[in-house]
Structure formats: C-alpha cells, structure tokens
C-alpha cells in the first residue's frame, strides 16, 4: 500500500501520520517510500536515497551548512500500534511515539516550509537505528557516502524533552567467566560451581556506585548492569562455566579504550571478553555552533544518558546535539507517548534558528 | 552405522566398545540396536524391547528370580569421546566408562556366558537414566511392562567402587525465581535488575552446610547446587526476571515431601516451583536377599550418595543394591575414567554368586 504523507499538516498530525506507517527496524520501505515521495515534491531539495535511508539537501551557497538526522525505524510494537489521541488531542500514544516520529515530522515540516534557511541544510532520514550498529543507516552512510554528511553542525532529533542535551555517554558489553569444575551433583564437593562461584561477579555489581562527572557544566550518570547470565550443564552436573554479560554504560570523559580498561581492571579475578564498544561524546557546549545553537533554542542543556548517534558525528569531526520533542524516559516502553505541544515547539524553535 | 559387539570379548574390551558408540541420552538408539543384535544371538535368553530399553530373560522356572539392571545412556561429552587406553590397558579413559557402561559390559559377559544360572536372570538394559525421570527407561518399564521387573531381588550395575552400595539418595530439582523490573540500561535506576537480586540465592547456596546422617550403619552426605542459571532480555534492557535451578541431594531419612519442604523453607523469600522430586532409598542391608548378596559378593558396604533406579525397585517393593565396577566419584566429570581390573572382579564375582 502507498502511504501519503501531507506536510502541510501541523506536526502533531504528521506525527500520528508517521507513527501509523509500520517501520519496525528492517521493515522501514514502506514509510522511506512515503517520505521520499513527499521530498521530491520539494523543488528547493536535492534528494538521493541509499537503501532506506533518504538525504535531502539545500544548495543554497551558504557559508555554514547543518544536518538535522532523524531515524525512521521503530523497536517492535507492543500492542501499542497504531497510534491513538486522547479526547483533547493533547497526548499521542504508540510505538515510535517519542522515539522518534515526532521528531521526523519537524524534520519534514521543516523541509517542507523552510525554504531558503540562513544556513544550507542537510536531512537526513535514516533506516535500522535501533538495532545492531552495522545495518544502522547512518553508519552505512557514513561508510559509503560521507561527503553527504560533510557540515559545521549537526542536530539529532531523538527524544530529548525539547531541551538540548549535549554529547552522550558510551556503551560496552562484556563477558565475564567464572569457572568452576565438573562433578556429579550427587557428590558435589568433588568439583566446584561456577554458579555459586558467579555470586562474586554479581557483588561487584550489586555493591558499584555510579559515577556522576560533570562535563562541561553537564551532570553524566553512568550505569553497570548485569544484562544476561547464563550456566549450567545438566541437572545432575555442577557447573563448570557462568558467563555474566554485563552493560557498562560510561560518561564521556572517558574514551572508550578507558571504559574497557575500567571493566577489566574491576573484574581482575575472572577472564573478560570485550562484546562491544561504542564510545561517547563530550557535549561541547561551551563554544561554537553547538553553544550557539543551545543559546538560539533556549532552555537550560542537560546531558544526554543513552547512547546515540551524536558519537557518530562526533567521530567524523562534527560538532553534534540531541533536541527533539519526544520524551525520552519512556522510548521503548509499552506506554510510549508524546505531548503535542513540544511537537509544535520544536518546529517553531527550529524554524527561528533557521530564519533568524 | 551398525556395530557389532563382540560379547566373547574380555570385558574391558568390551567397555571400550561400548563407550565408543555414543549414546547420550535420548540418542541411544545405535548402543540398544548393538546390544539388541547381541542379545537376540543368545538362545537362552527371552529378548524384548520397548524404545530404547531392551529386556533378556532366562526362562529356567527357578524359584528365584534376580534382576540385573543398567542404563545405556552416558552424560554429554566433554572433550572425552571416544575412549583411550593409557599404555598400559590398567585405564580406560571417556564418558561414561564408570557410569556405567562397565557395569553394561559385566551384564552383558554374563548374560553370553552363565547359560544356566542358578537363579533366573532378568537383563535390564535401559534409556534415559542421565535425565528427566519421565523419560527414564526403566521408569517406562514398570508403568508399561511391570511384570516384566518381577523379581525376589535386584542389582544395579552402577559405580559403586565395587563394593555393595546400600540404598541411595533422594534428588529434586526446583526452580527459584528473582524479580525485577525492566529499564532501558541507560537509566538503569528505573528498573530493579532482577540478575544482581538472584546473588541473594547464590549467598544461601554458598553458605549451605551438608547434613551426613548415619542409616543402618551407612553415613549419607547431602548435596545442595546451583545446576542452572538463566536471566536476560536484551543487552540494553535491566532485566526483569533470573531463574536458579537448584539440585538437592537428601538422605533417605528424609521423604520426598519433606525435602521439597525444606526447600521451600530454605528459599522463603521467593517464590520455588519443584521441577521433580525421586525420593530415596533406605539400605536395608540388615536383612534378606540383599544382607545376602552382600555377604557372597563381599567387601564393605557403604551409602550410595547418588540418586540410582535403586530407589525405584524399592517403590516395587523388590529388594535392590547397587553394585558395580565403575568409580563413581568421577562421574560425570570430563576426566571420567574406569580400571580394567575391577570389571573383571565384579563379573567373577557375580559368575560366582550366580552359579554357586
């Protein structure tokens, strides 16, 4: 089925447009169709497309020139699709709420109603966020075409509560192994548990406190978490091997490299394999477009706690925010929702930086 | 593959070519058409088969009638198949050479060289001793056949050391869960990680002191493991629920019911499902056939510590030791191994006993 997307709709109405598309990751053609035949209704836009993942360019000659990135794909419904208003049309639950169709359609209003900016600008509308980094749309982008990318500035519009929040923090799994010796459980003491020689592991978890650096006037808070665990041979067997994964997720005054170094040195006792490693992003708020751009926008910066694609740009060298509408304490949540109001704030805030 | 099992053969040869056809449990198939082929070669033996369990019996119209039982599946491999002998031939090294297929390999020489016993002798060759007791052979038997297990008295052919093993222990198996409650990792303080509240179960195990009471003169020791752990939703997501599967090992003064109270006692705080329950069996070598069997086999009885079909002869209501020439503090484990000179003993000795 072709979707039809109307960008003279108010953004709350093109959110709820958006959300109704089904785009879980890998399933994003359909509304990647629809946004593109909506962008190539614009003459003042150049649009090219790389999989399911559209850019749409302003060449205008511009001095500076900016990206505003939006993802397309949502994590898996959870009986909250399609989309639903409550009486007053004051509140929009579904999947992708938050996360990030509200943020697209200030993306596409913007598109649509902006048509000479003070500053070139660059969207782009990308496929696969929300899971494994290597199918992630930008990534491919970066890879394949990062002369697409090239700017000054670059907003992400993931759900931020319509405050900047700056930089990011990192990502790292790890597996760590306790090891133990086989025996017969009718005769246990004969070997060792890896199980209950495990517990040590989880100490270290249970007893951690979380840093809470402030990095350019921004309070981080990191977080360690056993995210899976996993022993056993049979039931009569004592265990020889408890594997605890573990997700330390790390404050940007440290590289990657020192988050790993981190793990390894907390868990000295048992052998650690690295998983993954995202690092983060220092805010760099304090200068340049991104503190211009928090000064145009207003409000007071916060720092950014999940992992996004801000670390992306920060690796090819651009200075990068979150600020979206959506709320981001409840993306992935069965009850995902978005206000309507921030939807319409966004756009107009945006609008004024582009305008001024 | 068919193989053919040479039943002239010493029996450590013959241990080793019965290790050699792997047959994990539920995967026995080949080992029960081995034997079958080799049984069936037998004229005086009556041979029956139900799945993977085979039955041989003399027809000789004795008054008394014994069974010999043994189970033809072996635990998971670990790095241990096929056998090796050490320089020597004193060692046969590999799974399930102790538990048990030397004491298959003793039935097996008797069951081709004592024609004429002086009691009838019922062969009892089964499946799926190493798990799940619904699927046990011998369990399937005495539902299905049980006139066939009818007997004055039954040997079981598990490692015992070879020396009379009384009685045995009773095993259960129960489930203990942790809760939690899910958060995205990077606001982990949202959620409640279910895996680090599962180290409050760990710390119980750790702590447990063994009970070893003396039974009719034999002294018990009781086992309490970890034997599976499992907990994780996604490597982003606090994880909401970890499942610790116990295995209790209990002496025989204890019933079933009381042991799963125990548990239950034990583990108060969260919630405990019972995933199975074998009670144990009592020795009863003070008296009867097996005071007997004791007495021509000699040696000095002990307790059986691990859980064995002896338990479910007593719940027939037939008399039962174990006795067999396998080790059984190393079943199970990856180092696994059996001697060849107690294969030879146990088969002489029940030669002796069966034809005195």
Partial sequence: ??????????????????????????????????????????????????????????????????????????????????????????????????????????????????????????????????????????????????????????????????????????????????????????????GKNAIHAAAAILDILRAWEPRKPVIDGLEYHEGLNAVAISGGVAGNVVPDECVVTVNYRFAPDRSGEQAQAYIRDLFAAWPVEILDCAPGAKPGLTAGPAAAFAKAVGGAPRAKLGWTDVARFAELGIPAVNYGPGIPEIAHTAGEYVEAAPIVAAERALTAWLTA
Same sequence: chains 1, 2.
């Fill in 1 to 190: 089925m072709d979707h039809d997307l109307d960008l003279h709709a108010e953004g709350p109405a093109l959110t709820a447009a958006l959300v109704d598309i089904p785009s879980v990751s890998g399933e994003e053609g359909p509304l990647a169709d629809a946004v593109e035949r909506a962008l190539r209704r614009l003459p003042h836009l150049r649009v090219t497309r790389h999989g399911h993942t559209l850019v749409a360019r302003t060449e205008l000659g511009r001095p500076q020139r900016v990206v505003l990135a939006g993802h397309l794909d949502t994590v898996p419904h959870a009986a909250n699709f399609p989309s639903q208003w409550d009486e007053e049309r004051v509140r929009l639950t579904g999947v992708g709420t938050s996360d990030m169709k509200a943020g697209v359609a200030v993306q596409l209003r913007l598109a649509a109603t902006v048509g000479a900016p003070n500053r070139d600008v660059t969207y782009v509308f990308y496929e696969c966020e929300e899971v494994d980094v290597a199918r992630n749309g930008l990534f491919l982008l970066s890879r394949d075409a990062p002369e697409l990318l090239s700017a000054d500035f670059a907003v992400l519009l993931e759900p931020s509560g319509g405050v900047v929040e700056g930089g990011c923090q990192g990502t790292l799994r790890a597996a760590i192994t306790a090891s133990g010796a086989r025996a017969h459980t009718a005769r246990s003491w004969m």
